[in-house]
């Protein structure tokens, strides 16, 4: 398999793509082709698992690696459950935060890891991480790669834009883990990221990739959890109908995995992009120009991104034509008080409490509905748990939600981190004083 740039000027393999980030122009890399689904996974007498269904889709992305040694890092990586649960009437909930950080990052992150660590261990060669996040990103890649030999990673987070459990869980780790707060938004710290990737002094002194979904070792694993969504849809539920899907989105990587899923033949209908007030999608479908601008702080604060880095892809992909993505994917804004209606509104009617971000998608979900002839069964991707969340949810609903075990250890351990201003020549500066792996 090889994987090309969105401006189709660079080609590589993925294990050139997975220690690179981003290609030599700058671009994101793309899969050069999509390899068909097996749709014999549907059967009724089908004996997939989540892992044996991950392992059939990534083989052929990662065919540098045998799909042995790829179903053994499969199955050390996808070690939680990723259940699809019937939230109301035609409603369906594919919950994707049983992992450690209790976020659906932990998918796209602990594979990332374990494949790296696969190569490393053959190359003895030590790599540099940096991950911008708007959250859950940083727990998920700081746990996923925590004493990670040859691996020394830097988070970078936004100040005070980010719930305290998930700084929290970022902050807590030490080792090779750095913590770096940038007194500024979501979008500077991506900038920071992008701009080192593309820095050839800075590259000539040590090697340096992303874990963010920028990279394909984030993006392709979520690939197969929509698949085992629908996989879950028709063996639990008898819902043989194509499913709508929708997609809490910020960065727009778990939408463009879904899409993947939909063009290898994963039967999907079509998309929802369910967005809070930062609704650059929502625009472009409108007036088909991208317009980036400044995020706007809100309830849902993983989804804070005024300028989404997968858009790119997904424009790869139709070629350009919104008119095309269109008839694929459609966009919903929901408002922080649509936010907290829906977590009383599913609490009221379930007795389930949503994070909100998945909130965002149920009400998304709703709005759909509403529009939608024939009803078709709508999964939504519930995308962390309430409990990362507990001033929201108490707004919502007057509930403390009680804390996993693995949020009371981070809630209670010392936090270290490293404070910037959102300037390049100080972010350099920093990287070159912490020179090699902890």
């Not at 050139?16 to 994101?28: H, R, V, Y």
């Not at 796209?108 to 790296?116: D, L, P, S, T, Y």
């Not at 004493?147 to 459990?165: A, G, K």
Request: charge should be negative; aromatic fraction near 8%.
């Amino acid at each position: 398999m090889k994987y090309v740039s969105v401006t189709g000027q660079s080609t590589s393999t993925f294990r050139e793509a997975l220690f690179s980030g981003t290609a030599p122009d700058g671009g994101l890399y793309v899969p050069e082709t999509l390899p068909p689904f097996d749709a014999s996974l549907l059967r009724e007498n089908s004996e997939s698992t989540l892992q044996s269904t991950a392992t059939e889709i990534l083989s052929p992305f990662v065919d540098e690696i045998s799909r042995e040694n790829l179903a053994a890092i499969i199955s050390h990586a996808l070690n939680f459950p990723i259940p699809l649960v019937n939230l109301q009437d035609n409603i369906y909930l594919l919950e994707l935060f049983h992992g450690p950080t209790l976020a659906f990052k932990d998918v796209g992150a602990r594979f990332m890891a374990q494949v790296m660590s696969h190569f490393l261990e053959h190359q003895q060669q030590d790599v540099t991480i940096l991950v911008a996040t708007s959250g859950d990103t940083g727990s998920a890649v700081a746990h996923g790669f925590y004493n990670v030999p040859h691996v020394e990673v830097f988070i970078l987070y936004p100040s005070n834009r980010i719930s305290p459990l998930q700084q929290q869980q970022m902050t807590t780790l030490g080792g090779n883990i750095t913590a770096v707060e940038v007194e500024g938004t979501f979008d500077d710290c991506q900038r920071l990221v992008k701009a080192s990737l593309n820095d050839g002094d800075l590259l000539h002194q040590r090697k340096i990739t992303s874990a963010n979904s920028i990279n394909v070792g984030r993006l392709l694993p979520q690939i197969s959890y929509h698949a085992w969504g629908l996989i879950q849809l028709r063996r639990l539920f008898n819902q043989n109908d194509d499913p709508m899907v929708v997609v809490p989105s910020g960065n727009f990587g778990n939408m463009t995995a879904a899409v993947y899923a939909k063009k290898m033949g994963v039967p999907i209908r079509n998309f929802i992009a369910a967005t809070n007030a930062n609704d650059v999608m929502l625009q472009y479908l409108r007036s088909g120009k991208f317009e980036p601008r400044p995020s706007i702080p809100t309830y849902s604060n993983a989804m804070d991104v005024g300028n989404p880095s997968n858009l790119s892809r997904l424009q790869a992909l139709y070629r350009g034509d919104v008119q095309e993505l269109k008839k694929d994917i459609d966009a919903v804004s929901i408002s922080d008080e649509e936010t907290l209606e829906e977590i009383r509104r599913t609490y009221d009617a379930t007795g389930r409490i949503l994070d909100p971000h998945t909130a965002v998608g149920v009400a998304a979900a709703r709005k759909a509905l509403e529009w939608t002839t024939n009803s078709p069964p709508i999964i939504v991707a519930a995308t962390a748990h309430p409990a990362k969340f507990p001033d929201v949810v108490k707004k919502a609903i007057d509930i403390d939600v009680p804390l996993p075990v693995s949020l009371q250890a981070a809630q209670n351990s010392p936090t270290h981190f490293i404070a910037i201003r959102p300037r390049y020549s100080e972010w350099k500066n920093l990287l070159r004083r912490t020179r090699g792996n902890k």
